[in-house]
């Protein structure tokens, strides 16, 4: 059973470009989760989604990102217009369920702007 | 507003010790605990998980106890080896699906 899968692994992009960050979890579960995970500071939390819904944005800034978890294929995060501010680790997570399950990460996406 | 805090914040011990680390949370309402290692430039490795009914969960040199009425968790980490050094953070859930993250304990384990 592979486990949380993301691509690309590292991700380049030039102020005002955008980026997409895909999450593929793991089989069977469909709760995904994005944390991001900025230089010297801790993992926060950004959305949860299940199948075609978005559960919870709290944590996502209001303007530039967003995030779909899409019937088929995977999980997407987009941010439109990167800024340096965006360099960061993006982590996403994959659950069977919500309620009292592990969250399992996959290898997260490393996103440096230039 | 729930937060997370990890102490200490870097820890360095010699080859074969027996260690504690150290976490603690401001609202004991939660679901569970996790602890999770993180080595540099990798994704977390979840370690354990104790539900909030739950007293310590055990997986090989590691034991994890909790104790929600006074929002504390610790993680003994027993026969240390340098193969533990990393990273390990320490993630509530509260109420909803996302993890509220401490700022980690930088673990080093000497040879």
């Known amino acids: 059973n592979a486990g949380v899968m993301q691509n690309p692994r590292h991700l380049v992009r030039r102020r005002g470009q955008e980026a997409r960050l895909r999450c593929s979890p793991m089989?069977?579960?469909?709760?995904v989760y994005w944390y991001r995970q900025l230089p010297e500071e801790g993992l926060k939390f950004m959305v949860y989604l299940q199948k075609e819904n978005i559960i919870d944005e709290s944590g996502m800034p209001k303007e530039r990102f967003s995030a779909e978890f899409p019937k088929e294929g995977p999980s997407i995060l987009r941010i439109q217009q990167v800024v340096r501010g965006d360099s960061a680790a993006y982590f996403c997570a994959s659950s069977p369920r919500n309620d009292y399950n592990e969250q399992f990460f996959g290898p997260g996406t490393r996103l440096t702007v230039l | 507003k729930q937060e997370v805090t990890q102490i200490p914040a870097a820890l360095s011990v010699p080859e074969g010790e027996n260690l504690v680390l150290n976490c603690s949370f401001t609202?004991?309402?939660?679901?569970?605990l996790q602890w999770f290692r993180q080595d540099p430039g990798k994704g977390l490795t979840s370690l354990l998980l104790i539900q909030s009914s739950q007293r310590e969960q055990t997986s090989g040199r590691l034991n994890a106890s909790l104790d929600k009425s006074s929002g504390r968790s610790t993680l003994y980490i027993a026969a240390s080896q340098p193969g533990d050094s990393a990273t390990y953070l320490c993630a509530v859930r509260p109420q909803g699906g996302k993890l509220i993250f401490g700022q980690g304990t930088e673990l080093s384990v000497k040879p």
């Open positions: 089989k069977g579960h469909s709760h």
């Open positions: 609202d004991s309402a939660i679901y569970n």
